[in-house]
């Protein structure tokens, strides 16, 4: 069985900085393009980066330029590196693994997902 467990999360001021983890296990962790995802309260869930299997990445548009996703396959773990941080970047942030190809950005695209941690982005 899959298990994705992020850590990472907390209280930060505007323009501050966090960095996401993700550990993966129960699979091969390199087989598997990553993503994350955040759910702000009254907001549906939304894409916020993508690493494909070969170390591409995706972002939205909200967040490039701010945000860098990684993978260390050694470790099995993908990061969310989040500098310049804003208010309107306070939500609930999951890490999700796909057995997609490329990119995936869709939510159903991923098999998936961990518990979530809590991000808060005090003005």
Known sequence: ????????????????????????SGRTFSSYAMGWFRQAPGKEREFVAAISRSGGTRSADSVKGRFTI???????????????????DTAVYYCAASNFLGLPSKGYEYAYWGQGTQVTVSS
């Open 70 to 88: 990684s993978r260390d396959n050694a470790k099995n773990t993908v990061y969310l590196q989040m500098n310049s941080l804003k208010p309107d």
């Open 1 to 24: 069985q899959v298990q994705l467990v992020e850590s990472g999360g907390g209280l930060v001021q505007a323009g501050g900085s966090l960095r996401l983890s993700c550990v993966v």
